[in-house]
C-alpha cells in the first residue's frame, strides 16, 4: 500500500472540531465520492477506497448530493429494451 501525506496546519483541527483521524476519514470518503462522480471508479472501489461497506457508500453518495447511478436514462432504457 503507497502512503499519502497531506500537510495541514493544526488549528484546522481545532477549526473543523475533528482529530487528524476523523480528517483522514472524510477526505477519503470525498476523494472517492468525486472520483466515483467523475466515473473513474466503481461503487465497490469507492467503498473501499472510502472504507466503508458498498451500502454505507451509496448512502454517503446520496447524503453528498451524487447519484448512485452512473447510467444515463438512455441507457437504462436501451438496457431494458434489449431486456
Known sequence: MTVV??????DI???LRRTPEEVAEELRLAAATRWYALGLV???KGAEIAGLSRAEF???LSASGVSPVQETIDEIREA???G
Do not use: C, E, L, P
Open 80 to 82: 431494458v429494451a434489449r
Open 42 to 44: 466503481s461503487q465497490g
Open 13 to 15: 483541527f481545532t477549526t
Open 5 to 10: 501525506q497531506v500537510q495541514f496546519d493544526t
Open 58 to 60: 451509496i448512502d454517503a
